[in-house]
T-cell receptor
Framework: SQQGEEDPQALSIQEGENATMNCSYK?????LQWYRQNSGRGLVHLIL?????REKHSGRLRVTLDTSKKSSSLLITASRAADTASYFC????????FGTGTSLTVIP | NAGVTQTPKFQVLKTGQSMTLQCAQD?????MYWYRQDPGMGLRLIYY???????DKGEVPNGYNVSRLNKREFSLRLESAAPSQTSVYFC????????????FGSGTQLSVL
């Protein structure tokens, strides 16, 4: 499979805590993107980080990319119940390859 | 803006039946994609169209055909449905060479009995 792998598969935290999820991939990439999927809905783009970038911020989101380790992490700070969703990384190598996702539950 | 519109939202087929999933985008995107999502498998690319008039196979193309009818529309056809094609299907589009981010439709839940 050319998919990435997210870790952990499931994560449960209290509202206000930070959530960290990781993505590993196998080959060189042009960029890496993170998406969110609420239950029964389509995916929504969160953030893109290019292969020559190491860190990027967007609101409460922080993404890092380590191309030497072929890994990325997504940090959501001060989590809210509305952040409950599945999160996917997608690696861009001419086509987009998605990971298997991390299911995040934020408990109010 | 409607974004990416998929029809139908739900479909039940019997083994061997055929059907076409429709997708249209109104964002003037050059590239369009069809994915399937299965539990524990993430999203897998079935076919994509980098530009109007071109289509290419993705990871799991067997059993499917596609048509890029024009710049807006990209359809996915199941000629003879099989139970293994039970899945949720998503259409997506983006501006390749632009900001790259994918926009997704709301999905089609397909069951093949």
């Amino acid at each position: 499979s050319q998919q990435g792998e997210e870790d952990p598969q499931a994560l449960s935290i209290q509202e206000g805590e930070n959530a960290t999820m990781n993505c590993s991939y196998k080959t060189s990439i042009n960029n890496l993107q993170w998406y969110r999927q609420n239950s029964g809905r389509g995916l929504v783009h969160l953030i893109l980080i290019r292969s020559n970038e190491r860190e990027k911020h967007s609101g409460r989101l922080r993404v890092t990319l380590d191309t030497s380790k072929k890994s990325s992490s997504l940090l959501i700070t001060a989590s809210r119940a509305a952040d409950t969703a599945s999160y996917f990384c997608a690696t861009d190598r001419n086509q987009f390859y998605f990971g298997t996702g991390t299911s995040l539950t934020v408990i109010p | 803006n409607a974004g990416v519109t998929q029809t139908p939202k739900f479909q039940v087929l019997k083994t061997g039946q055929s059907m076409t999933l429709q997708c249209a985008q109104d964002m003037n995107h050059n590239s369009m994609y069809w994915y399937r999502q299965d539990p524990g498998m993430g999203l897998r690319l079935i076919y994509y169209s980098a530009s109007e008039g071109t289509t290419d196979k993705g990871e799991v193309p067997n059993g499917y055909n596609v048509s890029r009818l024009n710049k807006r529309e990209f359809s996915l056809r199941l000629e003879s449905a099989a139970p293994s094609q039970t899945s949720v299907y998503f259409c997506a589009s983006n501006n390749r060479g632009g900001d790259e981010k994918l926009f997704f439709g709301s999905g089609t839940q397909l069951s093949v009995l």
